[in-house]
């Protein structure tokens, strides 16, 4: 088992920065890619990025277009993902997701999800 509690969200104006944390506890972290996804009221859930489990590779979704960025610590067992330049669209609430092995597959389910955290951007 391995638990995932998000921090960081909040309620910040258009062009702020945020960052938010995935604290991971039980088996071991870096035996886990890692990613973020978020999820709007009335819209699907959304891959936003993900790390591979021992930080050598990243990718983001298409709209991020290098306005975020997502790290991981091993050693402190935590996922970041810095938001900069933040959007009114960006609205949602964010998700942190465990998948075991190497790098994140967005086509496979994740392993273990956090309970997310709120991220609110006014205009």
């Known amino acids: 088992q391995v638990q995932l509690v998000e921090s960081g969200g909040g309620l910040v104006q258009a062009g702020d920065s945020l960052r938010l944390s995935c604290a991971a506890s039980?088996?071991?972290?870096?035996?886990?890619?890692m990613g973020w996804f978020r999820q709007a009221p009335g819209k699907e859930r959304e891959f936003v990025a993900a790390?591979?489990?021992?930080?050598?590779?990243?990718y983001y979704g298409d709209f991020v277009k290098g306005r975020f960025a997502i790290s991981r610590d091993n050693v402190r067992s935590t996922l970041y993902l810095q938001m900069n330049s933040l959007r009114p669209e960006d609205t949602a609430v964010y998700y942190c997701?465990?998948?075991?092995?190497?790098?994140?597959?967005?086509?496979?389910?994740?392993?273990?999800w956090g309970q997310g955290t709120q991220v609110t951007v006014s205009s």
């Open positions: 997701a465990a998948q075991g092995g190497i790098n994140y597959d967005t086509h496979l389910p994740a392993d273990y």
């Open positions: 039980g088996r071991t972290f870096s035996s886990y890619a």
């Open positions: 790390i591979a489990s021992r930080g050598s590779s990243t």
